[in-house]
């Protein structure tokens, strides 16, 4: 059981942010290059990836336990549902089930997907003096044309 980090005073929350981003586009790239291999190397190589999913999930945990993400329990449990399924596939396609594989690679992408949008939005609003805009003054509700 890793230690409890303290939170990062609010000038490391940007240079924290841009880590997961950052870290986030390497596994992207990682599962999009994946995805483009025959099926016997892709099957062969399924196993590694998931272990990269798994790395990068537990890389973004840490950064968000850090940031005190607010969504930290549930993104954890979202993560292990998706990382449960993996593992329990992998078996199947390392036994040559590629089209199973490709179908679950594609999901995993799709769900961190939403998860990237859902973070880089929350890590947004705990920027120390974020303004968040009042749609009566700035949107429909203006008298400006």
Sequence with gaps: MPF????????????????????RKLLFVRLHRHA???DAEFSAAFESVVVAI????????????????AGLHERRAANALLLASLHRIATQVEAGDAALGRAAL?????????????????????RPGNLVLNHRTHGRGSSRS
């Design 36 to 38: 483009t291999l025959p």
């Design 4 to 23: 409890p980090m303290a939170p990062l005073p609010p000038s490391a929350n940007h240079t924290a942010a841009a880590a997961l981003r950052r870290a």
């Design 54 to 69: 798994e790395a990068g999930l537990a890389h973004e945990e840490a950064v968000m336990e850090t940031l005190g993400f």
């Design 106 to 126: 594609a999901a995993a992408c799709d769900l961190l997907s939403i998860h990237r949008l859902t973070t880089d939005l929350a890590l947004v609003l705990a």
